[in-house]
């Protein structure tokens, strides 16, 4: 029965993990469709999200079971409920991506992204896979040492979302269309959002291994619902 349980408990984090890497998948794929005006690409991350719904409740629903099933406490008890949390993360990473995915189908032919921002776009999608990768690692393998390496990736998510917004805000009349000025406002949103959350998962984790309280790993991240 024990060995069962422990089972139970690892296919957990086994959940997360396989919910990450279909985010990892949405984000690229969603970000590629908006650069390169990609419908078909735009319509899988699309039709793909409500699998990523579907894995969030499905976990959420083992986690549910396992703490009316088993009574755990200490790091067990901690492990599910931090569980329930990160997947509500992952799910809403797998809509952000989906909402970027969505402005490149309606903005399609046209480009979403202004050329002079195409560089910018790009790397807020680096980064924000390369802190789910980090979030991730941290997961699997409860190095809260690489926890700080997610934070920092946040803060660069933010830079270039107020680099952005500053160079839209101070353009000269005309420069862009207003629906330009909108979906790019949404876009960097987006991203930054992906990060925060990121953020959500490691501290998450920090809490897991030392119980402590999950906003102790740095200041200024809010991750409530957008």
């Known amino acids: 029965m024990r060995e069962a349980y422990q089972s139970d408990l690892r296919h957990i984090v086994d959940d997360l993990l396989d919910m990450a890497d279909l985010v990892s998948i949405a984000l690229a794929d969603a970000t590629t469709a908006l650069l390169e005006g990609d419908l078909a690409l ?4 699309i039709t793909a999200d409500p699998h990523i719904d579907d894995r969030h409740l499905e976990l959420d629903a083992k986690a ?45 032919p046209q480009q979403a992204v202004p050329e002079q921002f195409r560089e910018q ?30 934070e920092k990736e946040d803060d660069e998510l933010d830079q270039l979302m107020l680099e952005i917004s500053r160079r839209i805000s101070t353009a000269e009349s005309g420069s862009f269309t207003a629906e330009q000025v909108i979906d790019m406002t949404l876009l960097i949103r987006f991203y930054e959002r992906i990060g925060d959350h990121a953020v959500s998962l490691v501290r998450r984790i920090g809490f897991l291994v030392t119980g402590d309280a999950m906003d102790t790993l740095s200041e200024g991240v809010d991750v409530q619902e957008f």
Not at 42 to 45: L, Q
Not at 75 to 92: C, G, N, P
Request: charge should be positive; charged fraction near 25%.
């Open 64 to 108: 549910v079971e396992l703490l009316a099933r088993q009574a755990p406490v200490a790091t067990d008890l901690r492990l599910l409920v931090a569980s329930l949390r990160m997947s509500s993360s992952l799910e809403r990473m797998g809509d952000l991506a989906a909402h970027i995915a969505l402005i490149a189908r309606r903005t399609h």
């Open 121 to 150: 776009i790009s790397r807020m999608s680096e980064v924000g896979l390369e802190a789910l990768k980090g979030a991730s690692e941290v997961i699997a393998n409860r190095d809260l040492a690489l926890a700080a390496k997610v």
């Open 42 to 45: 735009a319509e899988r991350v």
